[in-house]
């Protein structure tokens, strides 16, 4: 079973470049998350999306965008990047039963250098 | 606003030996909460539960209880094995997408 797959895992950038982190899941959730993980901080959801062709701000969202054309994938977007990008970044995905959401399933992360 | 503090880390442990990893928690209303673990080089995992106060999440040998009088979900085990060493993440839900995860802490289990 794939799950939640991240495309690239390993990516190093110079500042100022663009890129698309991919994220694909084939469980049918209607919920997709972008996080980023740093040393001491856990994880911060930078942006959501409750559905296809939604989206939505989380915690630190500034500098970064996203897209939900297709219900399986969540692209994650750096336009410029910054060495404060610098992290690791993962995706999850969710459903909801029952009216309540279930917990989430994550993938195993990308990490972006930013030079 | 919601947030989750975790034991800092590291914790190191021979195997056998009990393991208590401090979470507490700060949010409006009534959330739910949880406990991932993340292997190296893989994703979070959820480990174990609880959606209300008193419930008893519990999973692979660990427990954590919902204690909402002090607003605690501290995440134990009788007997850790080097197979746990790992980041374990402290976790809380208050609404349908406000997750907030506690900092991690690292365990390490030697032979």
């Known amino acids: 079973n794939a799950g939640v797959t991240q495309t690239p895992k390993f990516r190093v950038l110079k500042t100022g470049q663009s890129m698309t982190l991919l994220c694909a899941q084939d469980?049918?959730?209607?919920?997709m998350y972008w996080y980023r993980q740093d040393p001491g901080m856990g994880l911060r959801l930078i942006h959501y999306?409750?559905?296809?062709?939604?989206?939505a701000k989380g915690e630190v969202p500034d500098g970064y965008n996203v897209s939900r054309l297709k219900k399986q994938n969540f692209l994650l977007g750096l336009e410029s990047a910054a060495p404060s990008q610098t992290s690791v970044y993962f995706c999850?995905?969710?459903?909801?039963?029952?009216?309540?959401?279930?917990?989430?399933?994550f993938g195993d992360g990308t990490r972006l250098s930013i030079l | 606003g919601n947030s989750v503090t975790q034991m800092e880390g590291p914790v190191t442990l021979s195997e056998e030996a009990f393991l208590t990893i401090n979470c507490t928690y700060t949010?409006?209303?009534?959330?739910?909460l949880f406990w991932y673990v993340q292997y190296p080089g893989e994703g979070l995992q959820l480990l174990l539960k609880?959606?209300?106060?008193?419930d008893k999440g519990s999973n692979k040998g660990f427990e954590a209880t919902y204690r909402k009088e002090t607003t605690s979900f501290h995440l134990e085990k009788g007997s850790v094995q080097v197979s746990d060493s790992a980041v374990y993440f402290c976790?809380?839900?208050?609404?349908?997408?406000?997750?907030?995860f506690g900092a991690g802490t690292r365990l390490t289990v030697k032979p």
């Open positions: 999850a995905s969710s459903y909801s039963r029952g009216g309540r959401l279930q917990p989430q399933h």
């Open positions: 469980m049918n959730h209607e919920y």
């Open positions: 976790a809380l839900r208050a609404n349908n997408n406000d997750m907030r």
């Open positions: 949010a409006t209303g009534y959330p739910s």
């Open positions: 609880a959606t209300k106060a008193d």
């Open positions: 999306s409750v559905g296809e062709g939604t989206t």
